[in-house]
């Protein structure tokens, strides 16, 4: 049995005069929209993998809000796979695609939903409470 990949990630909110938004990302190798997340770095904490991996995606610093969720899938080569996000206010840096990203931007929650495109993104999208 092959050994469970760990990766977190974020789904970071922002309020604009519309209302709520969130940041999607596109990665062009999958050619899928979803929340910007990454494999932990050999001893590294969950928590801060988050961080990273949101700002090596998109340029923007972000702080953790509270935590929101863990996914549980097989990857791409068929290994079991745990992504733990959590809620993310940007605090800094400057909103621009890097890695494997080739679009990070922000998009109304529901406008988010249509353009996810896996169903356990928008379960995460689900569970944010914007009352």
Same mark, same amino acid.
């Given at each position: 049995m092959s050994e469970t990949v760990r990766a977190a990630g974020g789904l970071v909110v922002r309020e604009d005069a519309n209302g709520s938004e969130i940041l999607v990302v596109h990665r062009p190798a999958y050619d899928d929209w979803s929340f910007p997340k990454g494999k932990l770095?050999?001893? $590294?904490? $969950? %928590?801060? !993998? !988050?961080?990273?991996?949101? $700002?090596? %995606?998109?340029?923007?610093?972000?702080?953790? %809000?509270? $935590?929101l969720a863990t996914t549980r899938y097989r990857d791409g080569r068929g290994r079991p796979k745990t992504v733990r996000y959590w809620i993310m206010a940007p605090e800094g840096g400057r909103l621009a695609p890097a890695n494997e990203i080739d679009v990070a931007r922000f998009v109304p929650v529901a %406008? !988010?939903?249509d353009l996810l495109t896996y169903d356990r993104d928008r379960d995460l999208l689900d569970r944010l409470d914007f009352a």
């Open positions: 770095e050999p001893g $590294e904490r $969950e %928590e801060d !993998a !988050a961080i990273r991996e949101v $700002e090596e %995606e998109t340029g923007l610093r972000c702080r953790l %809000e509270r $935590e %406008e !988010a939903h």
